[in-house]
């Protein structure tokens, strides 16, 4: 049923309104008043019913509220709409939906009962109404739901009349976060890939207690004179450091056009990936490509919360905002050892993805993922310098992107440690 803001005739208002001007022309043919007076009762009483339906508007006070207030897309929240009636008259039997944006599935249209006065003694409650339904956001943004649709008709059914009663109220859909997998081959790190190593993620020279080796744990952590002495391999255990840091790099700028599925499928990635750091004990940096959109540093506790409301408003640009590429090279020079380090490449300029290569020195482990054909263009010189780069296609979710990351990483970890115990 369609809601319109002024008050229009039913199908049978129509049926009405078209035998009256059949009436009429009766009329006129065989010169019968009665038929004349028949055919202009018949075909005012729509215009009547419009009118009396514009001065029936319903006085409703509507409060809002989600649950949970905020979702990822996909997801649903529980919308929950209190209703009451501040006119000092009763309000009939009606029907009512909300106002939705794009994108949204929500309620189909309901009966709405009646509500007696405002504060009509001895029924109580009976002015007001709580109305729930479930709505499912398809992706990520800031939405604005509402206001309550209300329609109603006169007691003949001739006509109906659509209102707008409450107000618009933000929903924030932030994108998808997948769950990374953890242990053994599961967790990046720039030591390795066990998930104790957060602790332990600067070298120390003046600690260098041996453990044994675990798939994952960087060559240059091999402490050579304790596995010859133990006849197995083993790597350093370092000091501890409470906060170590790691850094997401994610594509912004709009260089070709096109669909906009791999942007989407990269804030995901790239929400996930921070995420599963943030959840390690990282200090997560998230920089972009294109002019600065995000805050930039996040850490527990609430800083999962506070990227992913951002990255629900995030978009592509054509705004380079100036070096962006430089300042993310500068960020991980500053850092005090190679930290984990993750470019999320979509559509940019291929250019400056290169100038990124050498910036593998202060990134262990160093990970590209390549959304599009344009960004397979920059595996070269990455792969060249030593990043382990995975092509992403539409099919491949966060979570079967980041294993193949760390199966690759741990592909080229062993192939470096076989390398060197040859050498």
Known sequence: MAFHSRPMPTLRGWVVGACGVLLLGAAGWFSRVDLLFAGLLLTLAPLGAMI?????????????????????????????????NVAGRPVPAMRWTDRLPAGF??????????????????????????????????????????P????????????????????????????????????????????????????????????????????GDALRRVQWRATARLDQLMVRQEEQLSNPQAWVLIDTLKEHGGDDGPFEQGVELAASVASHLLALGYLVGVHETG?????????????????????????????????????????????????????????????????????????????????????QTAREPLESAGWVCVEVDGKTDAAAAWSLAMAAQLHASTAGLAGARDA
């Open 291 to 375: 002019g600065r959109q995000l805050s930039g540093s996040y850490e527990l506790p609430g800083g999962d919360q506070v990227l992913l409301a951002q990255l629900a408003g995030i978009e592509q640009t054509r705004d380079t905002g100036g070096d962006a590429s430089g300042r993310f090279a500068a960020s991980l020079r500053g850092g005090r050892a190679a930290s984990p380090t993750f470019l999320v490449l979509v559509d940019g300029d291929p250019r400056r993805w290169a100038e990124l290569a050498p910036m593998r020195r202060y990134a262990a482990p160093a990970v590209a993922f390549l959304l599009t054909p344009a960004a």
């Open 105 to 146: 599935a929500g309620p189909q249209v309901r009966a709405l009962p009646p509500l007696a006065a405002r504060g009509a003694a001895g029924v109580h409650g009976a002015d007001s109404v709580t109305l729930r339904y479930t709505a499912r956001a398809r992706r990520r943004g800031a939405y604005l739901l509402g």
């Open 148 to 215: 309550l649709l209300v329609s109603h008709t006169d007691p003949f059914g001739l006509a109906r009349g659509g209102y707008a009663v409450g107000e618009s109220k933000m929903l924030l859909v932030t994108p998808k976060v997948s769950v990374l997998g953890r242990g053994g081959t599961a967790e990046a790190r720039g030591e390795g890939m066990d998930p104790e190593l957060v602790r332990h993620s600067i070298p120390s020279s003046d600690e260098v207690i041996p453990r044994e080796y675990r798939p």
């Open 52 to 84: 009396a339906v514009a001065l029936d508007r319903p006085w409703l006070a509507v409060t809002r509220s989600y649950s949970p207030a905020a979702v990822a897309a996909g997801e649903q929240t529980q919308v929950r709409l209190d209703m009451r």
